[in-house]
């Protein structure tokens, strides 16, 4: 694959993928031939590694940064992701959105502020749904969007602290699957991942500083360990490709049989 031909596996934007599973899917992604947007908020470091690593292997991506909380930013966001998309491919269309960008983290029921619950709010749930619309004039037909949620919407995956975290990722999964009936008429395809516990950046680099943590996580994993961002990447990239050209409105558990 050359800077300028994807082989007509088209483009995917991928939000989040500074690090952890963004950053995987973003790898995997490529390797089916598509051309790769990362996005992140910060960490650009991470998302140079990203591009490096897409174009070390003959794949094409570009980094922007975008803030998934400020939807007043989308409308500038969009406009420059249209300058990418010419310059970089000659193209004006995504075949593929993945929603990732997010944090992990919980807070007490007792102790959350509005605040926390807006931050919440906007990054997990209400950013993911306005960018989406935001991109829809952008998406083509036969399109198709993944969206992160989380194990923690299940029953049995309930532990304390986490009711706005879960909460929003609820809301999320339910909206992807009305987002699927909805622009069905276009053949855009909508589903949402679940990831369990998984090796990531995510509530504060908590594997990396707690490693205590992992034995007692793998232990209650069917397959015996936590995820790594490779294994959630490659069924996100899966999601994208015409192999999954008949799932939509579903809810992938990618947990390795956590609380199976």
């Known amino acids: 694959m050359n800077t300028t031909d994807t082989n007509g596996a088209g483009i995917a934007l991928i939000t989040g993928a500074s ?101 919440y709010h906007r990054v997990l749930f209400k950013g993911p749904y306005f960018l989406t619309q935001a991109l829809l004039p952008l998406l083509e037909d036969g399109a198709s969007i993944v969206n992160t949620g989380s194990s923690s919407i299940r029953p049995g995956d309930t532990e304390p602290g986490y009711s706005a975290y879960a909460a929003m ?27 369990g516990p998984t090796r990531t950046r995510l509530g504060g680099d908590a594997f990396a500083r707690f490693p205590e943590l992992i034995e007692p996580l793998a232990a209650r994993t069917a397959l015996g360990r936590i995820g790594e961002p490779e294994d959630i990447g490659k069924v996100i990239a899966f999601l994208l490709s015409p192999e999954a050209g008949w799932i939509t409105g579903q809810d992938l558990q990618v947990t390795g049989g956590y609380l199976l």
Do not use: C
């Open 169 to 195: 990722k609820a809301g999320l999964v339910v909206a992807s699957r009305f987002l699927a009936r909805e622009l069905s008429p276009r053949g855009i395809r909508v589903n949402t991942i679940a990831p």
């Open 19 to 119: 690090a952890g599973i963004g950053q995987s899917a973003a790898v995997e992604v490529a390797r089916k031939g598509m051309g790769v947007v990362l996005t992140y908020p910060a960490h650009r470091a991470g998302a140079d590694e990203a591009v490096a690593t897409i174009r070390q292997e003959g794949g094409t991506a570009v980094a922007l940064p975008l803030d998934v909380g400020r939807v007043d930013a989308f409308d500038g966001f969009v406009a420059e992701l249209r300058r990418v998309l010419a310059e970089t491919w000659q193209a004006g269309s995504l075949r593929g959105l993945v929603n990732n960008a997010g944090f992990g983290g919980g807070v007490a029921f007792a102790e959350i502020t509005q605040e926390s619950f807006d931050q």
